[in-house]
């Protein structure tokens, strides 16, 4: 995403999707838990130590982590024949200076 340098340029139409599709994937307050779950271990976690911790089953933590690595919030790992998902820190540092450019602030 390229930000805006001298505070109130518009954004592009292809950087407001960007910053859409990552609102929409955060308008789930149980994403947002999923993530700050992730994002305090930090550390790969499978999708049944995740079960554990939240109070949702497989399938719902399995879709919520397919929104979120949709927008790569978070990053999946094969292990055999699981996988392990962590917190994307490149996507999520770029977050406040979406935010930043959305609001019209360098």
Sequence with gaps: MN???GGGAPLSPEDSA???GWFKAL???MRVRLLNLLAT?????AVGEIVERLPIGQSTVSHHLKVLAGVRFVVPERVGTSS?????STCLECFPAAVRAIMGQS
Excluded at 41 to 45: L, V
Excluded at 84 to 88: G, M, S
Aim: with cysteine; aromatic share 6%.
């Design 18 to 20: 960007l910053c859409a």
């Design 84 to 88: 392990r998902y962590q917190v994307n």
């Design 27 to 29: 308008a789930d307050p």
């Design 41 to 45: 271990e930090r550390r790969p976690m």
């Design 3 to 5: 930000t805006p340098d």
